[in-house]
């Protein structure tokens, strides 16, 4: 299993962006699947979650009601739609497939190399 995330840039506070992920191989209906973020110096951070065949979702309190995590089955992709940025997002955030409805890192056992998000003040 492959991941690959791109989307990322730089937009000013307040904009949008979508980030996209990419996977390769088969996916099984139990697979989870999140999007995670990082400022380096700091630990990895859960953004949010979506089962694979359903349309369960979770969220981090710091991005509820502003991001929407979706999919398309079809090209095997998961989105990261994030609206209303602030600076306070500003971090690489990386995709992630595991099969635990977990928000710790540890659960997932492939990654996206990552994609930056730079959001100016």
């Known amino acids: 299993v492959q991941l690959q995330a791109s989307g990322g840039g730089l937009v000013q506070a307040g904009g949008s962006l979508r980030l996209s992920c990419t996977q390769s191989g088969r996916i099984y209906s139990s697979a989870v699947m999140a999007w995670f973020r990082q400022v380096p110096g700091k630990e990895r951070e859960f953004v949010a979650l979506t089962r694979w065949s359903r349309d369960s979702t979770m969220y981090a309190g710091s991005v509820k009601g502003r991001f929407t995590i979706s999919r398309d089955s079809g090209k095997n992709t998961v989105y990261l739609q994030m609206d209303s940025l602030k600076p306070e997002d500003t971090a690489i955030y990386y995709c992630?497939?595991?099969?635990?409805?977990?928000?710790?890192?540890?659960?997932?056992?492939?990654w996206g190399q990552g994609t930056l998000v730079t959001v100016s003040s």
């Open positions: 992630a497939r595991g099969t635990q409805w977990a928000t710790q890192p540890a659960e997932y056992f492939s």
